[in-house]
């Protein structure tokens, strides 16, 4: 017996007797026999639970978390503050371990989770549907090409450089499959090249592809870029950072057809990349295109209130091969965090956030660019993330940095090569002014030495 | 369960209440148009809830106690794998070196996630019986669309254009779906009388236009529990037409260490971690879908790839990412895949160690075929006879059929009338060829008395049935809520509060 099983040797004689067999492995004999394995797998014996409580606590030792340093990494993922309550509600039995609720009757409490989410989701972002939630941010994008297609007939995606570089690579590897080209528009101090943007735009034009803020930090003007999108019948696709959306206007009132995006910053925590969850917002037209799961509301057989898995007949246990996707997962408990963590900020406190992560990112942008050898990479607003350039190797200044325990950021020349003297920086709530002065003195430093050349 | 009124978080809302204090600013407060031009903000905060903690903590406790979950009781959901959590795989997921580490950090300063990633893949792969795995993907179906763009690029590659995906009629509903999203052309292939591939049709379809044949998508065991005996014969018909085989691996918790897909002849296998390997399902997510791969499909694996490099010097092994894969077929996501869910797993396997997940595997089998037998004991055994009357895998369908058309019950009265007895009912009218079918999944972490239990619950409600059908009809009594207009909630969507 493992320690999570629990037929007993009395039991499996019982068993097998009314199975009528005598061995288990006469149910194996159904193998062809070339192809049972014959031998164990070479894995290592099984381990007592201290054993393995040791041996992943010394896997996690090697890491050098956001305890270990200060982190400034931004790039889509960040390092807010997740309430106790998040954790005390997301690790109850009744929400970690069903599947999804496809009998509603007992599924009424997830089901309703998946309402309240799509009701937060719907007002951030002022568009009327949501989803209940997708993998994650980069393949919603994907996603949204795919239900561009389907409601345009049209083949060419537009996307502007400032959209996350992963969700531009995603893109392009959906693209591949479903038949799809993506033409990608420069950015011009920071901000999308709206002359090069109008130009690429034509009636053969699916989806218009904008994230803001951008990759660079910078708050696009979305409704002013997205206009050229209406005028030739292609839709707007636009990314956003959900935590922004206490205080930038949101993208349905921009013009915004789908609204979408990393859902990490909302109640989640880093996990090196996931599991987060992706959100989804539309418009009424697009609600039988939408993919994933949706949660909507209707009544019992006597009258009463409930919630069902709405417009199944978009998915793929229906549709098949007709499906608006693939996708069934709706990352339900990633979006339960999300969905308590907004009702703990509330109407007040997410506000809130969004204006103190702008001072701090403002005071920091400030700071940052008043020491020797560092200057803004654009003069562009921005919200809780900002790009400088250096004037010292990037990697030797970070590895300077990392050294004092200060994660600096996140080096743009990899996703950028034009901007391979540039840094990103993020700031949430838990990075202080004290943490920000810090930054910039050890930034200053490390510029100085690799400028003289100072071993390290 | 709990049984009020439903009342949302938005309806519970008063103006003035909240939970959260943030920190102070620290920096110069000045008003927020002075830093980003007016016409670029909000106008009015979004209306989220106002409400203060202990509300909010109550209002969630009580949604709670409106679901069923695997901890309170039998989940038999076939293809589902509801196997039980072990919790300690929560506790190291939310290590701050894995819970708090950023996506982004210098994998120089990652090196025992990097490492936690290949120890998993390696792993994975022996289970398999293929030799290289990408854990990107971030569940069953990403990892189907993963084979299929993989199979495209393979092609590509080779100066081939394919159009055509081959898949049985008893498949998943997300491999057509995942066939249409990768620009295939789906073809249906026939079951036989044994319940596996009809050969006759595969040579048929294959043989109207086999340099149109990209891959065969196959489940084995398949969804009706049962192996595919010419599984050999179906990977060299595929083979020869030049095509891949993918396995869609949400049934690898019957055979785990005891026969390996790629032994089997599969190029491409998904594995739900959410399903063999104990990642809880959370409601509907989050879960991973890593697949593993044969040598001539590795090169266009999705980027980036953990790779090892032994160290030199008296040094160790370290740990990167590899960005620089040319043959690629690219990103599937952000980052480097559901990290949270490669610990659990990790974890999972290292407590069952190689015996472990045999007996495992074993006990899953065991389970199945002892409930399909106490079952067939009893009035089952007529109004609900299994579908294919041999010895099972890890699942089995039974055929409602006898019961409608006897009692006038369908397969969905079974299933909510089951609600009041405490169970979670099996998949209903899955797969599609078997008529009222219940589709059952014990797993191997359920108690023989489990197994009794429900069999005797399903001989009760037969029983029952017998004497008044009415009762099933209009079940189940005992919920937060009864029977829903699933009807409605599609041709009328109302899917947000109005405020």
Redesign the interface.
Known sequence: MTRYTSATPADRAQMLAAIGVSDPAELFEQIPAPLRLGRPLQLPDGLSEAEVCERLAALAERNADAEDQVCFLGAGMYDHYVPAIVDAITSRSEFLTPYTPYQPEISQGGLQVMFEFQTAMSELTALPVSNAGLYEGPSSVASAGYLAIGATGRRRFVVSRGLHPHSRETLVTYSRGYGAEVVEVGLEGGLTDAAALAAAVDGETAAVFLQSPNFLGAVEDVEALGAVAKRHGALLVVACDPITLGILKPPGECGADIALGEGQPLGNRLDFGGPSFGFFCATEAQIRRMPGRIAGETEDVDGRRGFVLALQTREQHIRREKATNNICTAQALNALAAMVHLAWLGRAGFRELGELLARRTAYARRRLAAVEGIEPLHEAPVVREFAVRLAAPVDAVLERCAERGIAAGYPLGRDYPEHGDGLLVAITERRSREQIDALAEALGAAIAAEREGVAA | ?QRE??E???EK?KPG???????A??????P?AE???V?????E???????A?PE??R???R??????????GF?P?GS?T?????R?N????A????????????PR?????L??MWLLQG?LA??CGLPHVSLQP??G??G??AG??LT??YHADRGERRTKVLAPDTS???N????????YE?VKVATNERGGVEMDDLRTQIDADPEQVACLMLTNPNTLG??D?N??EIARLIHAAGGTLYYDGANLNA??????PG??GFDIVHVNLHKSF?Q?????????GPIAVSDRIEPYL??PQVVRREGGNGHGPSYDLD?ERPKS?????????????F?RS??Y????????????S??A???A??L???LA?GRAGERLPVAFD??C?HEFVLSGKPMKRELGLTTLDL??RL?DFGF??P?VY?PLLVEEALMVEPT?????ESLDAFADAVEQILAEAEEDAEVAK?A?YT????????V???RR?????A?
Do not use: W
């Open positions: 369960m009124r439903a949302t978080i938005f809302s209440r909240r939970a959260a204090t943030l920190p600013a620290g920096v110069p407060e000045s927020l830093l980003i031009p016409r670029l903000l909000r106008a905060p979004p209306r989220l809830p106002e409400i903690e909010i903590v209002h969630y406790n949604l709670s106690r409106r679901n069923f979950d695997l901890d309170s989940y959901l589902c509801m196997k039980h959590n072990p300690l929560e506790r190291v997921a290590l701050p070196g894995h819970a708090r580490l950023h996506p982004a950090q210098d300063r990652a090196q025992g996630a490492e936690l792993s022996e289970i971030s569940a179906s990403h189907e669309l299929l763009l495209r690029a998943h509903g997300t057509p779906a995942s066939v249409t999203m990768a620009g789906v049962l192996f005996e599984i050999a055979v785990m260490g005891h026969s390996r032994d089997m104990s809880p399902h959370g409601g509907g997510g989050p879960g991973a999705p980027r960005h077929i690219g990103r599937l996501r952000g980052f480097q895949g559901n990290f949270g869910v610990v990790y974890a396997i290292l407590s069952l160690g190689a015996d472990g997940l045999a007996e495992a074993e006990t089998v065991l389970n075929n002892y399909k037998a106490r004991a041999r010895h895998m299933a909510k609600l979670h009912p998949t899955f191997e972490t359920e108690t023989k209009s189940p919920t937060p809520v009864r029977r829903l207009d699933e409605r909630a599609t969507p109302v899917v947000r509060q405020l």
